[in-house]
């Protein structure tokens, strides 16, 4: 149907319309492609609506202005790529400790090293495992259309005041670059959790302290354990994957983010062949969904993980997957993007081992 | 339906307006609709292409490996895209830059164009893309001719929108070449 609020925008153009419509009004980032069309979406819109953008002197510089805005009780946000999302990582490992809120966009880049603009899942270990120094976890949200770019930003802000921690939207050029129409607003409008920890000024109250330093042995465990039981929680809470043509499948293709918006297509020309193949999406990287992941496998034998890198979601379903699964990667090195055909491929070479 | 089209040439060609044109006017029309770019580091000069994934079903994969559909600007893009085109599938040469002898393919419906040469008949040679277009509007009907002429606004910067009348002129040019060919 036609849809006269429907518009036709770009992944980063998604996001960074979705962090004005949450209510984020402080924006800190030093340039990088391939997410250039979030810092100049909102240098041109932030403004409008009373907020700040500020194109910081680095990296570094501009997570810790995130911290300290954060800190102060603003809904903060920074976005970056691959190498600059390293340089955060000691202000995201901070802001855990801290337990401060924050939105980080990463729109990853080929790499190691500088690296090159295309397509990349090679930051999953980085997102998902802490990322910086020292025992802690950041939520991270994998979208795979340009819609999902505009609602996960929303939820990823909600999410981040009410568990007071960094969230991360993890996707790559294929998903910031490509346009598709968007329905923006018009949902449940996000609302800012009200902050009574937040470095407001204590005229008439005691302080609030906000750190990252105990050295007192039971205090710092004490810290250590309560950021514990918070990850716990939102790994029994938050948990979000879907589930596409999975209840007559033979086989399961698993696959996050740009990957698994390519293996739709395979998936859909498998079905026309025959092949009874269904999908597991983690929408969620962390917490990732290793209940239903073990559920699937106990059903469904053969999984296949498909990733656009040498494989490291994969290390997770094989954690995840009841004792009798047989697991098959295929993962293809980034720099050229993932074919749809290619993992027809491999859909076909798994089938021929099925009922064996 | 589903119909995908390979769009490729020199950055500064237009490659990626005629692209953001066609895809704004698929969806006006309610269609589903993917547009993927892709270009090198340079503004103009290097190679720019996109594809465009229009289907009145979900689409999955926004990154075609074998177009139905190519419109090739610059003899680069030839060389990269011809032997992905499906097989009855169509493609579309700017011969005013292509030498027709580059053209390799005899199982695809082939449009030799001179593109540059059309569009100074149309009043002004920068519009090859927009003849492109017509051409392509014209073999595939794959939108109508006012769902994308109310895309013009929307899609070109304010400073272009007093062009935009030759740029109709252009994409009429481009329907005009195929129905004589016919």
Redesign the interface.
């Known amino acids: 149907?036609?849809?006269s609020r429907?518009r036709?925008i770009n992944g980063n153009q998604a996001i960074a319309a979705a962090a004005i419509d949450a209510g984020c009004r402080y924006y800190f980032s030093y340039p990088i492609t391939p997410q250039s069309e979030i810092p100049e979406y909102l240098s041109l819109h932030l403004p409008e609506v009373g907020g700040t953008f500020l194109q910081a002197e680095s990296e570094i510089a501009s997570i810790n202005m995130v911290l300290g805005a954060s800190a102060a009780g603003a809904r903060a946000m920074t976005s970056s790529s691959g190498p600059g999302i390293s340089l955060k990582q000691e202000g995201l490992s901070y802001m855990a400790a801290d337990e401060l809120p924050a939105l980080i966009v990463n729109i990853s880049r080929t790499g190691p090293g500088l690296g090159g603009i295309a397509a990349s899942q090679g930051d999953y270990f980085q997102a998902t495992k802490g990322g910086g120094h020292g025992d802690y976890r950041i939520i991270v949200l994998a979208p795979s259309s340009v819609q999902e770019m505009y609602d996960l930003t929303i939820k990823g802000f909600d999410l981040a005041d009410t568990y007071r921690t960094p969230v991360m939207i993890l996707a790559d050029s294929?998903l910031g670059?490509?346009?598709?129409?968007v329905v923006m607003g018009g949902r449940k409008k996000s609302t800012p959790t009200k902050k009574d920890w937040a470095l407001t000024g204590c005229e008439g109250r005691s302080p609030s302290i906000i750190k990252s330093l105990y050295l007192d042995g039971d205090k710092s465990s004490e810290h250590n354990r309560k950021l514990f039981e918070k990850y716990q929680r939102i790994q029994k809470n938050e948990v979000i994957c879907e589930l596409n043509r999975c209840k007559d499948a033979d086989l399961i293709l698993i696959a996050f983010g740009s990957a698994a918006?390519?293996?739709?297509?395979?998936?859909?020309t498998a079905r026309e062949k025959g092949i009874k193949v269904g999908m597991l999406r983690p929408i969620t990287l962390f917490p990732f969904p290793n209940q239903q992941v073990r559920d699937i496998s106990t059903n469904i034998k053969d999984i296949l993980v498909v990733e656009q890198n040498t494989g490291q979601m994969v290390e997770d379903v094989l954690i995840s997957a009841s004792e009798n699964a047989r697991v098959t990667f295929y993962g293809k090195p980034s720099g050229n993007?993932?074919?749809?055909?290619e993992i027809l491929c491999q859909i076909e070479r798994c089938m021929n081992k099925v009922g064996t | 339906m589903y119909y995908d089209v390979t769009i490729a040439g020199f950055g500064g060609q237009g490659i990626m307006a005629i692209g953001?044109i066609l895809?704004?006017a698929a969806?006006?029309?309610?269609k589903?609709?993917?547009?993927?770019?892709?270009y090198s580091a340079e503004m103009r000069g290097g190679t720019a292409n996109c594809t465009v994934v229009i289907s009145t079903n979900?689409?999955?994969?926004?990154?075609v490996?074998?177009p139905i559909s190519a419109i090739i600007m610059n003899l680069p893009s030839l060389k990269k895209y011809q032997s992905r085109i499906r097989k009855d599938g169509l493609l579309i040469v700017n011969t005013s830059l292509i030498d027709q002898g580059e053209i390799q393919r005899d199982d695809v419906d082939i449009v030799k164009a001179p593109l540059i040469s059309l569009a100074r008949e149309a009043g002004n040679d920068r519009l090859s893309n927009m003849v492109a277009l017509g051409i392509f509007l014209a073999k595939t009907q794959v939108v109508r001719l006012d769902s994308l002429f109310e895309t013009f606004r929307i899609v070109l910067d304010e400073r272009y929108h007093h062009l935009i009348p030759s740029n109709k002129k252009a994409i009429q040019r481009g329907i005009d070449f195929v129905t004589k060919l016919t």
């Open positions: 149907m036609n849809d429907k036709l294929v670059q490509m346009k598709e129409s918006r390519i293996a739709k297509t395979s998936i859909e993007v993932l074919e749809a055909e | 953001n895809a704004e969806m006006r029309e309610g589903n609709v993917t547009y993927w770019p892709s979900e689409i999955g994969s926004p990154v490996a074998f």
